[in-house]
């Protein structure tokens, strides 16, 4: 079954780390590009950062350029976001997203279930 | 950045009514334009890519259209299953963004 399980969310305080891990499964991993999305509560959907399939080219929004940083393991066949200097607005649900093809202009066509990430004193 | 504008915010329509939802990016961004479909405590799932082609699995009552600036997700036939909130997302420019969303209620 092709399908993407995300893991590692929780609650953190203000200034804190914490990774997220998004295991996928059913497809060639190394093929895609990958990306990170989030919600926050009640709000709409925005793009966080995507890697390449090689993971030889990242991006990142600019509200977390610098504090966040996404990686890849393609022999595990899993995706990472480290997120450092955790603010209050970072809460949201974080979404793993499979691009559609290995090319730079890819939509994404497979969402996992999304973990909760809760930045509170 | 592209900024994208969906309209109206919510969307009010009976069962069976033709729903018709629009979507503008601030700039071109030819037809790289995608559609998703949530409903509450679900993730987003694919509707269309490529501004009008379904993605797999997707029903005949939804399609899409426009390019450039201006795009339409059209629900010819709305069943209880569509009651749910639409995103447009652009995949032409980095960084990807999303429309506000539209929800479509009964």
């Known amino acids: 079954e092709v399908q993407l399980l995300e893991s590692g969310g929780g609650l953190v305080q203000p200034g804190g780390s914490l990774r997220l891990s998004c295991a996928a499964s059913?497809?060639?991993?190394?093929?895609?590009?990958m990306s990170w999305v989030r919600q926050a509560p009640g709000k709409g959907l925005e793009w966080v950062s995507g890697?390449?399939?090689?993971?030889?080219?990242?991006s990142y929004a600019d509200s977390v350029k610098g504090r966040f940083t996404i990686s890849r393991d393609n022999s595990r066949n899993t995706l990472y976001l480290q997120m450092n200097t955790l603010r209050a607005e970072d809460t949201a649900v974080y979404y793993c997203?499979?691009?559609?093809?290995?090319?730079?202009?890819?939509?994404?066509?497979?969402w996992g279930r999304g973990t909760l990430v809760s930045v509170s004193s | 950045e592209i900024v994208m504008t969906q309209s109206p915010a919510t969307l009010s329509v009976s069962p069976g009514e033709r729903a018709t939802l629009s979507c503008r990016a601030s700039?071109?961004?030819?037809?790289?334009l995608a559609w998703y479909q949530q409903k509450p405590g679900q993730a987003p799932r694919l509707l269309i890519y490529g501004a009008s082609t379904r993605a797999t699995g997707i029903p005949a009552t939804f399609s899409g259209s426009g390019s450039g600036t201006e795009f339409t997700l059209t629900i010819s036939s709305l069943q209880s299953e569509d009651f749910a909130v639409y995103y447009c997302?652009?995949?032409?420019?980095?960084?990807?963004?999303f429309g506000q969303g539209t929800k479509v209620e009964i």
């Open positions: 700039q071109s961004v030819s037809s790289n």
């Open positions: 890697i390449s399939g090689s993971a030889g080219t990242t």
């Open positions: 997302q652009q995949y032409n420019n980095w960084p990807r963004t």
């Open positions: 997203a499979k691009g559609s093809d290995s090319s730079s202009r890819y939509f994404f066509d497979l």
């Open positions: 059913g497809f060639t991993f190394t093929t895609y590009a």
